[in-house]
């Protein structure tokens, strides 16, 4: 798999008037990733995506798409791109089979063979010559998802992509682009509130705040956080007789008892080994220890300060 990037962005800038929405936006994601914009409202996730599928002008910078720049080079750049913006439109009253053919029309070199190959994909066989109109919403998505890679994109773009499904229809979906990442190499970009299937989707994430990215790195990054202390449960008996060690020891930067049976300490990794025999040199004994990994949200308020992020919309 190639290491090259599939979308670049160069110091991008959006205005409206005299307000910056966009403001100096840089990342690059390589082939085969799940890279998510998070943010509040008004954070500019969607005009990010608009302004990469060519729906809404660049102010200034460059965005690059397999190297074509989608300002000047639009037709060479856009054609590696298949997007659902906010929520697929279908004609209701046509099979499911039938919206793909109307769209297969409008796009050159779309054959049968590959209306059933993305059919197959998106593992609608067994309803796909039912009307739309009958779908799930979930199922929806999926023929929303077979639609934009009808053309092979290399580059899949979906804006709230979870919006309306149940827990099954997230998972399910959530799987689906796994798969797609694995077995066809595509690169996929998801905007999204959901804390949670953030954490679950994605390999990288992009905070933005007010137009700002304020950081990107691996999803593992954000709920572990990049300090070499980390925090540690430790399940000993006595636990009072821990805590009173533990304090004692090199290394210890916090301990307190946390519940019933279980000591917290703040330590460094390489340091556990040691506080552990120290621990059974003073005849406590030890049933378990555990790191404490912080969730998105936790290490989303941290970021950017506190600010808040929404729980049933995004912008």
Not at 166 to 185: F, K, Q, V
Request: aromatic letters at 6%; charged letters at 20%.
């Amino acid at each position: 798999m190639s290491n090259e990037p599939i979308i670049s962005l160069r110091n991008v800038i959006k205005w409206i008037g005299r307000a910056t929405i966009i403001d100096d936006l840089t990342f690059d994601v390589p082939q085969g990733e799940i890279f998510g914009f998070l943010g509040p409202n008004g954070a500019g996730k969607t005009t990010t995506i608009r302004m990469i599928v060519g729906l809404m002008s660049i102010t200034k910078g460059q965005i690059l798409i397999k190297g074509k720049n989608i300002k000047t080079e639009f037709e060479q750049a856009i054609r590696h791109v298949g997007a659902i913006v906010e929520s697929p439109e279908m004609y209701k009253y046509l099979s499911g089979y039938h919206n793909l053919v109307h769209y297969a029309r409008m796009v050159p070199g779309v054959t049968k063979e590959r209306i059933d190959e993305v059919v197959s994909l998106v593992k609608l066989e067994n309803r796909i010559h039912d009307k739309v109109k009958k779908y799930s919403l979930g199922m929806r998505q999926r023929l929303g998802v077979a639609q934009a890679l009808l053309h092979r994109p290399s580059l899949l773009i979906l804006d709230e992509p979870t919006n309306g499904l149940d827990p099954a229809g997230i998972r399910e979906l959530r799987d689906y682009l796994r798969h797609l990442t694995r077995t066809e190499g595509i690169t996929v970009i998801v905007s999204s509130h959901l804390l949670s299937e953030m954490e679950l989707m994605c390999d990288r994430v992009a905070i933005l705040q007010r137009g700002k990215l304020v950081d990107v790195m691996p999803i593992q990054h954000f709920t572990q956080g990049n300090d070499q202390v980390q925090t540690y449960l430790i399940q000993a008996q006595p636990p009072e007789q821990a805590l009173v060690a533990m304090r004692q020891m090199d290394g210890v930067q916090g301990v307190k008892l946390a519940q019933e049976g279980i000591v917290e300490v703040k330590t460094e990794r390489e340091c556990i080994p040691d506080i552990l025999a120290g621990l059974m040199q003073n005849h406590i004994r030890i049933y378990g220890v555990q790191i404490v990994y912080q969730s998105l949200e936790d290490r989303f308020l941290e970021i950017t300060g506190g600010g808040q992020i929404g729980q049933s919309s995004a912008q």
